[in-house]
């Protein structure tokens, strides 16, 4: 993944944040926005979902540009900005992820899509870390659970840094394993000597 490109994720990933409590309605592949790496945890990315603003109607769409004004923390909620088409950046949806959840990039003619405008860039990471930080006041209080996902995801890299090698899963290796509890449990069944 790099930063300010366009992804699709996965469905075990949407059934992870549901495992974990969390809601997240949409299963479209809709591009989500890859905003910044994590500072402090390298391979933890922070995502926002997007989506067109064609279906929306008009009434949505100035109230969002109502909040977008405001002093309060509504107004780094959403973001209107422009990617390959007028696009609206659901930033209080986001959500960390690696790189297991990403089903593959997102294409738009041919081209993986990327954030190139730094503007539009500096304004949506300006919001995500509000976000973030009324996150870090008041955990979990956003729909997607993000406190809890941080958690979960900085736990599984952990395992995977720190746990030996597994070794493949073959017939012929659940034998051995088969065997050795089989030869173990008579070890342990037979009188001491």
Not at 51 to 58: C, E, V, Y
Not at 137 to 162: A, D, R, W
Request: proline share 6%.
């Amino acid at each position: 993944m790099i930063e300010n490109g366009f992804y699709k994720i996965s469905e075990e990933f949407i059934d992870l944040i549901h495992q974990l409590g969390g809601k997240y309605t949409d299963r479209k592949e809709r591009p989500v926005f890859c905003c910044i790496e994590d500072v402090k945890i390298k391979k933890l990315y922070w995502a926002i979902p997007t989506s067109d603003l064609a279906h929306r109607p008009p009434a949505q769409i100035e109230k969002i540009k109502l909040w977008n004004e405001e002093k309060s923390i509504r107004s780094a909620y959403y973001h209107i900005g422009y990617t390959n088409r007028p696009a609206l950046y659901r930033i209080s949806n986001c959500f960390p992820i690696t790189e297991k959840y990403i089903s593959g990039e997102y294409v738009s003619q041919g081209i993986h899509l990327i954030l190139r405008n730094p503007r539009e860039i500096k304004i949506i990471q300006k919001k995500l870390h509000r976000i973030l930080f009324d996150e870090s006041l008041h955990p979990n209080k956003y729909e997607q659970h993000i406190t809890q996902l941080c958690e979960y995801l900085v736990s599984e890299m952990e395992c995977l840094l720190t746990s030996p090698m597994k070794k493949e899963a073959t017939p012929f290796n659940d034998l051995l394993i088969q065997r050795n509890k089989e030869i173990h449990k008579k070890q342990d069944m037979e009188p001491e000597r």
